[in-house]
């Protein structure tokens, strides 16, 4: 379900004053416990998230991840993949496949917004497309909140003119600050980045919370995500997991 990215193309410099030193606050370095002792350090001043060059995973070549809590099938690695896709309707367009599972496409217009806006489920064969995506503006400072209100098409993967179900997506989307952040593959300041989903398709509902830290000329380094799925009265699902860094493509 994670799609946050973010762009590799603008770069403007953050004056210091707004960069402000922001404690972590207890509730979240409690959902962060799962990541293990030691991984989440002490806060650091936070510039203003500005589409600054190389926070995200945008370079084409794969980051592996070791699971530290949750994991499919007992699964203790997972990889991320991306490539950079041809331009649709003059917007940079990115492709990430996460494992066996699914794929997203993700959107960078001229205006240096990015986000989400078609999600392979390889698992099941069903696509969805956001309407509008999920996206993320490329100017936010450290506390604030993004809301968001799209609409969802699925279909069959084979059959994206048929529509099968109709929903709606509800998100929030918080810049929480940055923090000294220690993985297998190095310690680094990293943006912490939650974001809040509650999703309403056909007779399935989901809410799915995560939280996201990000690099300077690394990427994606470590994430929390809790997932809860249920339909009618008759499925329900939960699943948490937690991942750090282990290998990423060097630039």
């Known amino acids: 379900m994670t799609w946050l990215v973010l762009s590799p193309t603008f770069s403007p410099i953050a004056r210091a004053s707004d960069a402000a030193v922001i404690p972590l606050p207890p509730d979240v370095a409690k959902d962060l416990e799962i990541l293990g002792k030691g991984v989440v350090g002490k806060a650091l001043p936070a510039p203003p998230f500005t589409d ?64 989400k806006y078609l999600e392979d489920d390889l698992d099941v064969g069903y696509s969805s497309r956001f309407k509008p995506g999920v996206t993320w503006l490329g100017k936010t400072k450290a506390g604030v909140t993004r809301t968001i209100d799209s609409k969802i098409e699925a279909f069959k993967t084979d059959k994206p003119d048929h529509v099968s179900y109709r929903g709606n ?13 220690t993985t297998p593959a190095g310690t680094w300041p990293a943006l912490l980045m939650r974001s809040e989903f509650n999703i309403k398709i056909g007779p399935a509902k989901v809410t799915d919370t995560a939280y996201m830290f990000f690099a300077k000329g690394v990427g994606k380094i470590a994430e ?28």
């Open 169 to 181: 997506l509800k998100a929030k989307l918080i810049y929480v600050g940055q923090y000294e952040v």
């Open 224 to 251: 929390v995500e809790t997932t809860n799925v249920s339909a009618m009265l008759v499925y329900h699902s939960s699943t948490k997991v937690a991942k750090l860094l282990t290998k990423y493509p060097k630039r």
């Open 52 to 115: 600054i060059h190389g926070y995200g995973n945008l370079g084409s070549g794969t980051w592996d991840y070791k699971i530290v809590h949750g994991g499919k099938d007992g699964m203790k690695v997972r990889s991320e993949h991306y490539e950079k896709m041809p331009k649709k309707d003059g917007a940079d367009i990115w492709k990430r496949t996460v494992g066996t599972e699914f794929v997203e496409y993700i959107r960078i217009d001229s205006n240096h917004d990015f986000g």
